[in-house]
């Protein structure tokens, strides 16, 4: 099992940065690949972006590529999501979840921590 807390959210102006983190405690971060997920009033959680147990492999939503990217620090059992050039429309709760065997876009990741608030102001 592992347990995973979020932090780094808040007010960004619109084309402006934001950089979240997800801290992971419990069993071996590497056996987990990782994804980010958001959730904006009203709507569906929605994939944001994914990477591989060791970092090697990438993978993001179209609204979102080329703007955000998504690192891990398996030393710092710790993955971040690095938010560049946000818009209003990115403006949303923001989850990271672990599995030790999905990787992909659905939410079907196993562990998800609680979410933190992004909001981007234009």
């Given at each position: 099992?592992?347990?995973?807390?979020?932090?780094?959210?808040?007010?960004?102006?619109?084309?402006?940065?934001l950089r979240l983190s997800c801290a992971a405690s419990g069993r071996t971060f590497s056996l987990?690949?990782?994804?980010?997920?958001?959730?904006?009033?009203?709507?569906?959680?929605?994939?944001?972006?994914?990477?591989?147990?060791?970092?090697?492999?990438?993978?993001?939503?179209?609204?979102?590529?080329?703007?955000?990217?998504?690192?891990?620090?398996?030393?710092?059992?710790?993955?971040?999501?690095?938010?560049?050039?946000?818009?209003?429309?990115?403006?949303?709760?923001?989850?990271?979840?672990?599995?030790?065997?999905?990787?992909?876009?659905?939410?079907?990741?196993?562990?998800w921590g609680q979410g933190t608030q992004v909001t981007v102001s234009s």
């Amino acid at each position: 099992q592992v347990q995973l807390v979020e932090s780094g959210g808040g007010l960004v102006q619109a084309g402006g940065s934001l950089r979240l983190s997800c801290a992971a405690s419990g069993r071996t971060f590497s056996l987990y690949t990782m994804g980010w997920f958001r959730q904006a009033p009203g709507k569906e959680r929605e994939f944001v972006a994914a990477i591989s147990k060791r970092g090697s492999s990438t993978y993001y939503a179209d609204s979102v590529k080329g703007r955000f990217t998504i690192s891990r620090d398996n030393a710092k059992n710790t993955v971040y999501l690095q938010m560049n050039s946000p818009d209003p429309e990115d403006t949303a709760v923001y989850y990271c979840a672990a599995d030790q065997l999905y990787w992909g876009t659905n939410a079907e990741y196993k562990y998800w921590g609680q979410g933190t608030q992004v909001t981007v102001s234009s």
